[in-house]
């Protein structure tokens, strides 16, 4: 499986970034810069963190900071994947 298939469907699965990265034993800015290409292209988005119900995480304790992103796998990127 080639490197984007690969990060679609683990974020498709929920991983995180900091997982990803060490499961695919890359630095974790080479992956963002992955991601933010895949974002680009129309493969993932960028979910608006302005509260819980944006977030697939299921806390719902309010723990995400305004900083963390969350991305979600677009009808594009689902079909690049099956």
Excluded: W
């Amino acid at each position: 499986m080639n490197a984007m298939k690969h990060v679609l469907s683990e974020i498709r699965n929920g991983n995180t970034v900091n997982t990803l990265a060490r499961e695919m034993d890359v630095n974790t800015s080479t992956l963002l810069a992955l991601i933010d290409f895949l974002v680009h292209e129309g493969y993932l988005e960028q979910v608006s963190m302005n509260n819980c119900t944006g977030c697939g995480s299921n806390c719902h304790d309010g723990s995400c900071k305004p900083e963390t992103k969350i991305y979600a796998i677009t009808p594009k990127g689902v079909q690049y994947i099956t």
